[in-house]
């Protein structure tokens, strides 16, 4: 069936450095790719998407780009600050249905 | 601003009883999903809705139920409460093939 992989199910980071997570997906008609932060005990809130007919997009310290050959797609955080610690899940939209990456947590450390 | 409201934040029930969770949205989205999530296991769709008295099965529907009677409103039904249905539960609203905006989640403990 349709699955969305998401590496590495935790990650920590020296506040400052990048931190990346990748997912790769399988179904070939996923065309939209939302990525959520979700903070301890709050809801999911979207931070960045990207649609299938681009192939990076930026949002100041945020990035994610697409490789539609390769069926992955990859977040990048940099200059990481505290406030980015959280849960980061991705996502694979086709038609009316979005699956989810099983979340990455990211810790930055002092 | 899109708002996602779920009836409770925290509920306690016992095992066998019916248990109704209850999800508001007011941007007039068209989909509507209900999720649970678990530690380890991320979002996990239960069931969703492309429109009003229409429902489809999402990867866990076993246990689950739920009913679209009005565009604004989609609810998930338990039946019959089970210990192993304790979880989060985190409803969301999306116009077609957009992004999903979730509600604050309720978290159901099954006695």
């Known amino acids: 069936g349709e699955n969305v992989e998401q590496h590495p199910s935790t990650l920590s980071v020296q506040e400052g450095d990048s931190a990346v997570i990748k997912c790769t997906y399988s179904d070939s008609a996923s065309n939209y790719f939302p990525w959520y932060k979700q903070e301890l005990g709050k809801r999911p809130q979207l931070i960045i998407d990207i649609r299938s007919n681009v192939g990076e997009k930026k949002d100041q310290r945020i990035a994610v780009t697409l490789n539609k050959t390769a069926k992955h797609f990859s977040l990048h955080i940099t200059e990481t600050q505290p406030e980015d610690s959280a849960v980061y899940f991705c996502?694979?939209?086709?038609?009316?249905?979005?699956?989810f990456g099983s979340g990455t947590r990211l810790s930055i450390r002092p | 601003d899109v708002k996602v409201t779920q009836s409770s934040r925290y509920l306690v029930k016992r095992t066998g009883e019916k248990v109704f969770l209850e999800c508001v949205q007011d941007m007039d989205h068209e989909n509507m999903f209900w999720y649970r999530q678990d530690p380890g296991l991320g979002l996990r769709l239960i069931y969703f809705?492309?429109?009003?008295?229409?429902?489809e099965k999402g990867d866990i529907p076993e246990g689950y139920s739920v009913s679209r009677e009005k565009k604004e409103r989609f609810s998930l039904i338990l039946e019959s409460a089970s210990t192993n249905q304790t979880s989060m539960y985190l409803c969301?609203?999306?116009?077609?093939?957009?992004?999903?905006?979730f509600g604050p989640g309720t978290r159901l403990t099954v006695l």
């Open positions: 996502a694979d939209s086709s038609a009316s249905k979005i699956i």
């Open positions: 809705s492309y429109d009003v008295k229409m429902k």
């Open positions: 969301a609203s999306s116009s077609l093939r957009s992004t999903q905006y």
